[in-house]
Nanobody, 115 residues
């Protein structure tokens, strides 16, 4: 059974930083694309960042230059370093894995950025 468990969320002031972690189990982690999505109240769930098995990364325009996604295949961990946080970054953040058409989701973790 696949499990993706997020941690590291919470409340932070604008301009601050948080590091989200996602611990994966029950999947061949190294062959999966790993991604972070977020969903604000009343909004769709949007892709924030993705890292491929080869280490290629891509980011939503709204977070480029501020967020960094990384992975540790040995530890089966994926991270999202979030710097220069803005109130509009407030959302539930979800860890995601994908291999071909197989998707898995974490339970989500709240990030709240106060002004």
């Amino acid at each position: 059974q696949v499990q993706l468990v997020e941690s590291g969320g919470g409340l932070v002031q604008a301009g601050g930083s948080l590091r989200l972690s996602c611990a994966a189990s029950g999947l061949r982690f190294s062959i999966n694309d790993m991604a972070w999505y977020r969903q604000a109240p009343g909004q769709q769930r949007d892709l924030v960042a993705i890292v491929t098995p080869g280490g290629t990364t891509n980011y939503a325009d709204s977070v480029k230059g501020r967020f960094t996604i990384s992975r540790d295949n040995a530890a089966k961990m994926v991270y999202l370093q979030m710097n220069s946080l803005k109130p509009e970054d407030t959302a539930v953040y979800y860890c995601n894995s994908r291999y071909r058409t197989a998707y898995n989701w974490g339970q989500g973790i709240q990030v709240t950025v106060s002004s």
